[in-house]
C-alpha cells in the first residue's frame, strides 16, 4: 500500500491558486526528500518541484518557477504545493513521491489529485 494522499485539487480559471496537500504515513518522513510530479491529459509523468528533507534546499520545473512553491512541515509528515497564477496548461493530475529530483520517478507515488484550469 501506498503511504501517500494528496488532497486540495480542484477547478479553477486562469489566474487562480491552490494548495495541494500531501499526507505520508509512516516514519522516516524527516529524512526523505519529497517530489511533486503531475500528469497532463494525453501526456507522460513531468517533474514539478522537488525539496530537501530539512526543506532548506528547493528545485522547481522552468515552467512552474515563480508561480509554484513546495514546503514542507515534517511534525504532520506533510508536503505541500502551493498553486498560484494558475495557467490552462498547468491542467492535469498532481502526484506527491519520495525521493527528489534525481530518484522520484523509481520511488512511491500517491494516487493523485486532479487540478483543473479552464476558463
Known amino acids: 500500500e501506498v503511504p501517500l494522499t494528496e488532497s486540495g485539487g480542484g477547478s479553477v480559471q486562469p489566474g487562480g491558486s491552490l494548495r495541494l496537500s500531501c499526507v505520508m504515513r509512516g516514519f522516516n518522513f524527516d529524512s526523505l526528500f519529497m517530489s511533486w510530479v503531475r500528469q497532463a491529459p494525453g501526456k507522460g509523468v513531468e517533474w514539478v518541484a522537488s525539496i530537501s528533507s530539512s526543506g532548506d534546499n528547493r528545485r522547481y520545473a522552468q515552467s512552474v518557477e515563480g508561480r509554484f512553491t513546495i514546503s514542507r512541515h515534517n511534525t504532520k509528515n506533510t508536503v505541500y504545493l502551493d498553486l498560484t497564477n494558475l495557467k490552462l496548461e498547468d491542467t492535469g493530475v498532481y502526484y506527491c513521491?519520495?525521493?527528489?529530483?534525481?530518484?522520484?520517478?523509481?520511488?512511491?507515488r500517491g494516487q493523485g489529485t486532479q487540478v483543473t484550469v479552464s476558463s
Open positions: 513521491a519520495q525521493g527528489g529530483y534525481h530518484t522520484w520517478a523509481d520511488s512511491p
